[in-house]
């Protein structure tokens, strides 16, 4: 069973660039057919889609982020990392990555995104 585990800072100041990693063990960044998401939960808000890398290496971005946010991957290590530059308090969040067998560009249902990391809270404060 593939299990996540995101990791990076929980404390970002503003204007900084926010860089977490989502490592992936049971299964592969590279496997056929796979989607590699970023999601966002602020406080007392819904989880909102970031940004996605196929299993071909091919990126998606939110439009709202995008020119702000790149998704990169190390496939010797089996992680795909989300870099958020610029951030402000309002990028302050609870900080997801998931997969999916097919593409989503909106979190409609959790259960879409059959696997999920335990989520890093993060910060933005001076």
């Known amino acids: 069973q593939v299990q996540l585990q995101e990791s990076g800072p929980g404390l970002v100041k503003p204007s900084q660039t926010l860089s977490l990693t989502c490592t992936v063990s049971?299964?592969?960044?590279?496997?056929?057919?796979?989607?590699w998401s970023w999601i966002r939960q602020p406080p007392g808000k819904e989880l909102k889609w970031m940004g996605a890398?196929?299993?071909?290496?091919?990126?998606y971005y939110a439009p709202h982020l995008q020119g702000r946010t790149s998704i990169s991957r190390d496939t010797s290590k089996n992680q795909f990392t989300l870099e958020l530059r610029s951030v402000t308090p309002e990028d302050t969040a609870v900080y997801y990555c998931?997969?999916?067998?097919?593409?989503?560009?909106?979190?409609?249902?959790?259960?879409?995104?059959?696997?999920w990391g335990q989520g890093i809270q993060v910060t933005v404060s001076s």
């Open positions: 998931a997969r999916s067998s097919r593409f989503y560009n909106e979190v409609h249902n959790a259960a879409d995104f059959d696997s």
């Open positions: 049971g299964g592969s960044v590279t496997s056929d057919y796979y989607y």
């Open positions: 890398m196929a299993y071909s290496g091919h990126t």
